[in-house]
């Protein structure tokens, strides 16, 4: 029981943090001793101190000796590697789902998000659009039905999402259109493996060149 209390405390912690780091609530360059963030959760040292280790073994912080935790910045050459990274792995996760009897259910999902968000441009929702874009990129990601590469993709990802939280907001603008997502999709449904994974991989690749200039229109050089 006692075991359990604090995996949950832990996962509490952990849950926290994330969310604040990836929403930009604690942005990049934020450093606290780890006292200091137990009490600004309110919570005890120890299930913070885990947390935190999670949350550097997945490049969101920088745990500094008698210093505590840095929120690591994104820099052009951190979206470079990234965003090619994605693309591999992206186009590996439409093949393989193209490769798959899809079920319906993840399908009317996927449709669901991309009406979403098609609906969110319209509306000029940029918020709502950088949340849907992420839901989009996870699910295709989990219809590779391939757990690993689905969990790569998705910490990678955490990263874009973090990126599009301040260069989105600075410029108001979408990273991408969504209609290429559908291209993806229909390409997924019509078990064109080839065609997908190519359609995949040029989506990420001109999702890198519009954030460099998002990047570039902010006058930051790193987020």
């Not at 669901?112 to 929702?125: F, H, I, S, T």
């Not at 599009?164 to 997924?188: G, S």
């Amino acid at each position: 029981m006692l075991a359990k209390v604090k995996s949950t405390r832990v996962d509490s912690a952990y849950d926290r943090l994330k969310d604040e780091i990836l929403r930009g609530v604690l942005p990049a360059g934020y450093q606290a001793p780890e006292p200091d963030i137990a009490n600004r959760l309110g919570m005890s040292r120890t299930p913070v101190r885990e947390a935190l280790i999670r949350l550097e073994a997945e490049g969101l912080i920088d745990l500094i000796p008698r210093r505590g935790a840095r929120v690591v910045a994104i820099s052009q050459k951190d979206f470079r590697e990234i965003f090619e990274i994605l693309a591999v792995l992206e186009g590996l996760a439409a093949d393989a789902a193209s490769c798959r009897d899809m079920p319906s259910d993840p399908l009317q999902d996927i449709h669901r998000v991309m009406e979403d968000g098609e609906a969110a441009l319209r509306a000029k929702d940029i918020a709502a659009w950088a949340h849907l874009d992420d839901t989009f990129h996870r699910l295709v990601a989990s219809l590779s039905g391939n757990d690993r590469l689905t969990a790569e993709i998705c910490g990678l990802l955490d990263q874009v999402f973090r990126a599009n939280a301040v260069l989105l907001r600075l410029n108001n603008a979408p990273a991408a259109r969504d209609a290429t997502h559908r291209k993806i999709v229909d390409a997924i449904t019509a078990g064109e493996a080839e065609q997908a994974a190519e359609l995949a991989k040029a989506h990420r690749l001109s999702g890198l060149k519009t954030m460099k200039e998002l990047l570039a229109n902010s006058g930051l050089s790193q987020v």
